[in-house]
Every structure is written in C-alpha cells, then in structure tokens.
C-alpha cells in the first residue's frame, strides 16, 4: 500500500510562493500519475495537477499558469511550485501516488496523505 506524505505548507501573504512536496513509500506502478488534490472549507475535493511517469501534466483550471508540478521517478516524490497565490487557493493540499489519467478523465485511486495545510492571506 503506497502511502503518500505531504509536506510544505504554510502562512503566505497574496501573491506570494510556496513549494509542496509528497514522498510516496511503497511500490508505484510506472503507468500511474502522482498529483495534488485540494479540499477547502465547505468544499468538494478537487485536482490541482497530476504529473505521469512520462512527464505528462494536467492542471485544474483555476491554477493554470499559476502552479506547476514537477517529478522525481527514482525518488517517487512530486513537487508543487505554487506562484501568485490568491486567497482562494486556502485549502488543505493531499497527495495521491495512484491516478489513473485517460484523455480528460482523471481519477485517483490511491490512499490520501494526511494533507498539509495552505493558508492565503489577502
């Protein structure tokens, strides 16, 4: 059971930058995507970005141009470069090592890390 653990979350003013990273234990298959999800206050869970093992990405519409995920295949670790930070992308931040992207469906499959918290402040 792969096991994702996330880390790099914070307090950051409008505009600012922060960097997440999510370090998955266990066995990841080459065909899966790792990616963030996010989950606000009230809200449903949404993708933030997925990246697959070939270097494809996929981002959620409301970060596009603004986020940008990055991979390491040896060290099974996944990076989110969060840039222009708005006070709508408070949430808390999950990564998952299995997600299955089939033209325009993404699903995640794989267990949630326990989440880091990103706070926007305006």
């Known amino acids: 059971q792969v096991q994702p653990v996330e880390s790099g979350g914070g307090l950051v003013q409008a505009g600012g930058s922060l960097r997440l990273s999510c370090a998955a234990s266990?066995?990841?298959?080459?065909?899966?995507?790792m990616g963030w999800y996010r989950q606000a206050p009230g809200k449903q869970r949404e993708l933030v970005a997925a990246?697959?093992?070939?270097?494809?990405?996929r981002y959620g519409d409301s970060v596009q141009g603004r986020f940008t995920i990055s991979g390491d295949n040896a060290k099974n670790t996944v990076y989110l470069q969060m840039n222009s930070l708005k006070p709508e992308d408070t949430a808390v931040y999950f990564c998952?090592?299995?997600?299955?992207?089939?033209?325009?469906?993404?699903?995640?499959?794989?267990?949630w890390g326990q989440g880091t918290q990103v706070t926007v402040s305006s």
């Open positions: 998952n090592a299995r997600i299955i992207v089939a033209g325009d469906t993404i699903v995640a499959l794989g267990s």
């Open positions: 266990g066995r990841i298959f080459s065909t899966n995507a």
């Open positions: 990246i697959t093992s070939g270097g494809s990405t």
